[in-house]
């Protein structure tokens, strides 16, 4: 029986991680940790709150003593660090709030880990997992190889570069006090609980209210596509059977450009409002409701400043050492993404009635068409 502290759990890959755990490994004892910043949803956890599956503390990663306390008073052996800053362009917005979190707050925990767990951490099987970002390596040029874990760090934007100082304390913490930490860094997720301000559920929200589908630049920009599902398996094979010390990249090996993605949601919309009609009724303002193509939303908008061009991991290692593959064929994982936002109305209506609502203003009213 494994005792995990899942921090972030109130998040998009954090919510579908403690699903996923739960379900696979119903004798464990999960506690999420999250400081429900705006990102955080504790409607995306409540089934397991109120089925007793999981404990829910609110509370900040960067709060060292609590935290040495909550892993002492439950005796977890098990970290899965998903809290964080994680939006690009808010990064753009406010560098120094992805600093506190992904920097200090990621060192504060190692250093909680570091005095509730002792010296013989590794001998007693603890474990320091740290959930990281294929944003760390970089740009790639259209030929360039995909990203290894051999890869140089290069990151671009405050974001990645929040994440890249987290993964290099977090080694720092391993070589100097043994401390047992692995790292993951992945390719960009979808799929059910994810905040609209990313790409494809902003894009699948927008198309429901009538609202235009904002692609930065020419929309050629290429993104490595992975199911959360696949992520939250590629973890649980980390988490059960790598070796501490051990830095793996997880990859769908799908690269489309945005501006195909986007397309492919737009025409599934259509597909759904075809086959449904009670739809046009529930969403009078999106564009098959009106007659006209979902891509007909589209617009270009002012690019993103520093705008990575292409991502692409190599998963070879994970895939030789632990067996894993994704899964989830991009068309087949955007539809049911699809559907499950049509089925879910109440979890994001109460998003973006929100404070989000003002953000999504600001920021677009400034992406001006191109
Ligand atoms: P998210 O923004 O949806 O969720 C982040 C969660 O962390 C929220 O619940 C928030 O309340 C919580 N949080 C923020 N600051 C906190 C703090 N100081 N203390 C405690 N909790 C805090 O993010 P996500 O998309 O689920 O990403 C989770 C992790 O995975 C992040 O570390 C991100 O860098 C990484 N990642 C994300 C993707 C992706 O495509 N979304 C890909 C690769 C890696
Ligand atoms: O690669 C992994 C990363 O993927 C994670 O580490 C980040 O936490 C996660 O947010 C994601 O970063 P991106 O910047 O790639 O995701 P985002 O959804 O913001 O954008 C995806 C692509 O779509 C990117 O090329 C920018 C573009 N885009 C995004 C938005 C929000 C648009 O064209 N228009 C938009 O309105």
């Given at each position: 029986m494994r005792r995990l502290l899942v921090t972030g759990g109130a998040g998009f890959i954090g919510a579908n991680f403690c699903h996923y755990w739960c379900a696979a490994h119903p004798g464990d004892r999960v506690v999420v940790l999250d400081a429900?910043?705006?990102?955080?949803?504790?409607a995306s956890i409540a089934p397991l709150i109120d089925a007793g599956a999981l404990r829910f503390v609110r509370g900040d990663i960067g709060e060292r003593e609590r935290v040495t306390a909550l892993l002492a008073e439950e005796s977890l052996g098990t970290i899965v660090n998903f809290a964080a800053e994680s939006h690009v362009d808010r990064s753009l917005e406010d560098p120094a709030r992805f600093l506190r979190t992904n920097v200090l707050g990621t060192q504060a925990l190692l250093d909680a880990a570091r005095t509730a767990w002792g010296q013989d951490a590794g001998q007693r099987g603890c474990r320091f997992h740290h959930v990281s970002t294929d944003e760390v390596y970089g740009s790639l040029a259209p030929t360039q190889a995909a990203f290894s874990e051999s890869t140089p760090y290069s990151p671009n934007s405050p974001y990645a570069a929040s994440k890249a100082a987290a993964d290099h304390l977090v080694r720092a913490y391993a070589h100097s006090f043994g401390l047992p930490v692995t790292i993951s860094n992945c390719s960009n997720n979808y799929g059910?609980?994810?905040?609209?301000?990313?790409?494809l559920p902003l894009c699948i929200l927008n198309l429901l209210e009538g609202r235009r589908l904002p692609i930065y630049g020419d929309g050629l920009q290429i993104r490595d596509w992975l199911h959360v599902s696949d992520h939250c398996r590629a973890l649980e094979l980390i988490l059960t059977k790598s070796a501490p010390g051990e830095t793996w990249n997880i990859g769908g090996s799908t690269q489309d450009p945005n501006l195909v993605v986007v397309g492919t949601v737009c025409d599934l919309v259509d597909a759904a409002f075809a086959a449904e009609p009670a739809l046009a009724a529930r969403f009078p303002r999106s564009a098959p409701a009106q007659?006209?193509?979902?891509?007909?939303?589209i617009e270009h908008v002012r690019d993103r400043?520093?705008?990575?061009?292409r991502y692409a991991v190599d998963s070879g290692k994970i895939a030789r050492s632990?067996?894993?593959?994704?899964?989830?064929?991009l068309r087949a994982g955007l539809e049911t993404t699809v559907r499950w936002y049509l089925d879910h109305e109440a979890w994001w209506r109460g998003i973006v009635s929100g404070e989000y609502r003002q953000w999504y203003a600001r920021q677009y009213s400034q992406a001006e068409r191109t």
């Open positions: 429900l910043t705006y990102a955080g949803n504790l059910p609980f994810q905040f609209p301000e990313k790409l007659g006209r193509s979902a891509r007909t939303l400043p520093g705008h990575d061009r632990l067996g894993f593959r994704a899964a989830t064929a």
